[in-house]
């Protein structure tokens, strides 16, 4: 329980880490009028923000120990779900996102019940597979889901009226920005209050001895199914916003394996055992490669998350977030 221990060490903020964050915050909230071309950077960075919160809603699984290579299949169906509700029923998508969400929590209580005694390799090799169950599914029933061919003309989110202002999230990105970093600052402060209560120290325990964890009287099976509930239900709402996004489903897009892989890269940069890890892996890694790699290397780019994760695991074991807490912490002691 080595991470646990350094989490514990510097529970504490420091004045500089309380100093960092603080300008980090007004440095994301200002971000779309210090950029020259704030349109590009701004869409950049707002995407940054939503694979952030679908990487912190992977490591909900990863912090037990369980490592999924099928979250896409939560993602899909999340996506599948609004889409379809906007389609059939002509639902504000702020309603039919949660539903979608839901929809992704099902499905997760099936994980649960089909191989939720599956442990390391088997489990993460199960994962994988479960996702072409819906994708098959979505795929072939062409009168109700319009099979290979997706769902288009999906609308936008909807405008918001504060006052006599206009929040257009589909028409202006930096109002779409400032909603993402509200959605995930929000995220982010639930998620660590999470992990640092008793629920979040019993998912821990359980990541690191279930043996152990039974005899201190946690409830290993029920705090699992917890556990695969709250991270499909997450990962099925930002399939949902995904959709309303794009404009567009279709089973190869919202079911690949990109977006399995994606937040397994970007946790493992940032730091798994960070309440902030994947977050930090997102908002660096993610605007780096669409802005610097993708005009270097248009074919390739992605290839190099495969070198940022071999050379994060040799140099950084614990991933960038621990490594940069311990620095602070030396700083100001």
Same mark, same amino acid.
């Given at each position: 329980?080595?991470?646990?221990?350094?989490?514990?060490?510097?529970?504490?903020?420091?004045?500089?880490?309380?100093?960092?964050?603080?300008?980090?915050?007004?440095?994301?909230?200002?971000?779309?009028?210090?950029?020259?071309?704030?349109?590009?950077?701004?869409?950049?960075?707002?995407?940054?923000?939503?694979?952030?919160?679908?990487?912190?809603?992977?490591?909900?699984?990863?912090?037990?120990?369980? +490592?999924?290579?099928?979250?896409?299949?939560?993602?899909?169906?999340?996506?599948?779900?609004?889409?379809?509700?906007?389609?059939?029923?002509?639902?504000?998508?702020?309603?039919?996102?949660?539903?979608?969400?839901? *929809?992704?929590?099902?499905?997760? +209580?099936?994980?649960?019940?089909?191989?939720?005694?599956?442990?390391?390799?088997?489990?993460?090799?199960?994962?994988?597979?479960?996702?072409?169950?819906?994708?098959?599914?979505?795929?072939?029933?062409?009168?109700?889901?319009?099979?290979?061919?997706? +769902?288009?003309?999906?609308?936008?989110?909807?405008?918001?009226?504060?006052?006599?202002?206009?929040?257009?999230?589909?028409?202006?990105?930096?109002?779409?920005?400032?909603?993402?970093?509200?959605?995930?600052?929000?995220?982010?402060?639930?998620?660590?209050?999470?992990?640092?209560?008793?629920?979040?120290?019993?998912?821990?325990?359980?990541?690191?001895?279930?043996?152990?964890?039974?005899?201190?009287?946690?409830?290993?099976?029920?705090?699992?199914?917890?556990?695969?509930?709250?991270?499909?239900?997450?990962?099925?709402?930002?399939?949902?916003?995904?959709?309303?996004?794009?404009?567009?489903?279709?089973?190869?897009?919202?079911?690949?394996?990109?977006?399995? %892989?994606?937040?397994?890269?970007?946790?493992?940069?940032?730091?798994?055992?960070?309440?902030?890890?994947?977050?930090?892996?997102?908002? +660096?890694?993610?605007?780096?490669?669409?802005?610097?790699?993708?005009?270097?290397?248009?074919?390739?780019?992605? %290839?190099?998350?495969?070198?940022?994760?071999?050379?994060?695991?040799? *140099?950084?074991?614990?991933?960038?977030?621990?490594?940069?807490?311990?620095?602070?912490?030396?700083?100001?002691?």
């Amino acid at each position: 329980m080595g991470e646990d221990k350094a989490m514990k060490r510097v529970r504490t903020p420091t004045r500089l880490s309380v100093a960092l964050l603080s300008a980090g915050f007004l440095l994301f909230l200002g971000w779309p009028w210090l950029t020259a071309r704030g349109g590009i950077h701004c869409q950049a960075m707002s995407m940054a923000l939503f694979h952030g919160c679908l990487a912190l809603a992977w490591n909900i699984c990863s912090m037990m120990g369980a +490592v999924s290579l099928g979250h896409t299949a939560f993602f899909g169906l999340g996506a599948y779900g609004s889409a379809l509700l906007c389609h059939y029923g002509h639902l504000n998508p702020f309603l039919t996102i949660p539903l979608g969400g839901i *929809l992704g929590a099902f499905y997760g +209580v099936l994980w649960h019940i089909a191989f939720g005694k599956l442990r390391g390799a088997p489990f993460a090799l199960a994962s994988l597979a479960s996702v072409e169950i819906p994708k098959v599914i979505i795929d072939n029933w062409e009168s109700f889901t319009f099979g290979s061919l997706g +769902v288009v003309g999906i609308p936008p989110l909807s405008p918001i009226r504060v006052g006599s202002f206009m929040l257009d999230f589909g028409e202006n990105p930096v109002h779409l920005y400032h909603l993402f970093l509200v959605g995930t600052l929000f995220l982010c402060l639930l998620y660590r209050q999470a992990l640092r209560s008793r629920w979040g120290w019993a998912v821990r325990t359980i990541r690191e001895d279930e043996t152990a964890a039974a005899s201190l009287g946690v409830n290993v099976r029920r705090t699992r199914l917890q556990v695969f509930i709250c991270s499909a239900f997450l990962t099925g709402i930002c399939g949902g916003v995904y959709a309303h996004l794009m404009g567009l489903v279709e089973p190869a897009l919202v079911f690949s394996l990109h977006i399995s %892989a994606l937040p397994l890269v970007l946790s493992i940069f940032g730091g798994r055992f960070q309440w902030y890890g994947p977050l930090l892996g997102a908002v +660096v890694l993610y605007p780096l490669d669409q802005v610097v790699f993708r005009s270097l290397f248009p074919v390739g780019h992605s %290839a190099l998350y495969g070198f940022v994760v071999i050379l994060t695991l040799m *140099l950084f074991p614990q991933g960038m977030g621990a490594w940069l807490q311990k620095r602070l912490h030396l700083a100001s002691s």
